[in-house]
């Protein structure tokens, strides 16, 4: 034990992804990379507390409706009801309790509420397209809201993005923030999405697609998608000298 | 390590009404907030140096300004200021602007536990990011900056894209421009 200890500032580093798993800032065809992605190699950060630390949002009180985007107005939103809930954890499998999830996406016509989209399809008024819901002890989330369209973007010639939900998580510290999107499974232009594509190893791209679940399906209500969400985690492993 | 961590994808440009729509995440000092209160503005351009306009988000993560960050495994027995948020989030306005107001905070321990240099930790997200770009803010001419072990990692030739500075005529106003490629690109870290 006393080695261990000595070792223990090594004991907390949280590991770089695995190659293939994480996309690269350049990705040519996803275009808008091209003049963002940087073109220095990044330097490697040795971890402090700085890294180490984290906003933690766990006492913030949250609204009844902020995991459900079909009770936000008056009146309920045009399309398919959905539940979309899973498990948020780290990379041994150990839920994250506590975890704010950001959640946002188009209605169900392909339109965001957003000033500059001018997807020529119909804005919903009983649509805001934006929620958020913390994890629970066993880290689970859960909403309820419409499933998105899909919608063209000039990415390329006659470019659509997949229907997907943008994702927002704070894990337990400032290296393990993720923001990413979740498609929906035998979606015929997820192999054409430069987006997607752009991670190169198959595994991690599937893991991006939710599955159907009969068991998160509510009779007579909606249909459940389960996502899982791993963050970063420490390595859990001593050291052996 | 039994799983992958989850793959990052961009924010895309249309984020703003569901991560940048409360901009009180701009203000991390409120009202008897301990320390020297700053503006700190932002500026993000790409490679041909056009300002992002407004599908850029800055996040930041800062200790006070004691150097303590709110949170567990910051163990050291300071109580932090409870008048400070150490986390602020906004997107960049159509001049590819943004401006927190904040303390500058104190001096933490690095790896070896010797104190860092003055610093505010920045995540970058926009359209055309397919993950984070992760970056430092340090403050030009701070004593400690000459000693801070991540500095000294970085080409002394490029340290200068790190620094914030004063803006003239503006007391208490800071400046830094997050140049995301190209002549003068930021550096940025792999954490």
């Known amino acids: 034990m006393g080695a261990r200890s000595r070792i223990g500032g090594r004991m907390r580093e949280y590991p770089r992804p695995a190659a293939g798993t994480q996309p690269e800032y350049l990705y040519a065809g996803y275009r808008s990379t091209l003049l963002r992605a940087p073109k220095q190699p990044l330097i490697v950060l040795p971890h402090t507390l700085s890294e180490r630390t984290g906003p933690l949002f766990g006492h913030n009180p949250i609204g009844e409706t902020d995991n459900d985007l079909t009770r936000q107005c008056k009146h309920e939103p045009q399309g398919e009801r959905i539940i979309v809930a899973g498990r948020v954890m780290d990379e041994d499998g150990r839920p994250l309790p506590g975890t704010l999830v950001e959640l946002w996406q188009a209605n169900a016509a392909g339109r965001y509420r ?84 752009s991670i190169a190893d198959e595994g991690a791209r599937n893991r991006l697609v939710s599955s159907f679940d009969l068991s998160l399906t509510e009779p007579e209500w909606a249909l459940g998608y389960r996502f899982d969400i791993v963050l970063r985690g420490r390595n859990a492993t001593p050291f052996e000298e | 390590m ?67 960050y709110d949170h567990p495994e910051d163990a050291r027995a300071m109580a932090p200021d ?11 306005g159509p001049d590819g602007t943004c401006v927190f107001e904040t303390v500058k905070p104190g001096r933490v321990p690095g790896a070896d536990g010797s104190p860092q240099a003055p610093h505010i930790n920045i995540n970058v997200f926009a359209r055309g990011l397919l993950k984070q770009l992760p970056t430092r803010v340090y403050f030009a001419g701070e004593r400690g900056n000459d000693e801070d072990a991540v500095l000294g990692l970085v080409p002394a030739a490029r340290r200068d894209t790190l620094m914030a500075r004063p803006v003239p005529g503006q007391p208490g106003a800071w400046h830094i421009e997050i140049r995301l490629q190209g002549a003068g690109e930021t550096v940025f870290f792999d954490v």
């Not at chain 1, 629970?136 to 990415?155: E, Q």
Request: proline share 8%; glycine share 10%.
């Open chain 1, 114 to 197: 957003h000033a500059r989209d001018d997807h020529r399809a119909p804005l919903d008024p009983n649509f805001m397209g934006a929620g958020r819901a913390f994890t629970d002890d066993g880290g689970r989330y859960r909403f309820t809201t419409i499933k998105p369209g899909a919608y063209p973007w000039r990415n390329h010639a006659n470019a659509w993005r997949p229907a997907h939900l943008h994702f927002s998580l704070f894990g337990p510290a400032w290296v393990a923030r993720l923001v990413t999107q979740m498609f929906f499974t035998n979606d015929p232009l997820l192999p054409l999405d430069p987006v997607l594509q």
């Open chain 2, 2 to 68: 039994a799983k992958a961590s989850t793959a990052s994808q961009t924010v895309g440009p249309f984020f703003n009404f569901g991560l940048t729509a409360d901009t009180k995440l701009g203000r991390l000092a409120r009202d008897g907030a301990k320390g020297e209160r700053i503006r700190l503005s932002f500026r993000i351009v790409d490679g041909e140096g056009a300002p992002t306009p407004g599908d850029a988000m800055i996040e930041l993560w800062q200790a006070d300004a004691r150097g303590k």
């Open chain 2, 82 to 92: 409870p008048n400070f948020c150490g986390f602020g989030r906004l997107e960049t």
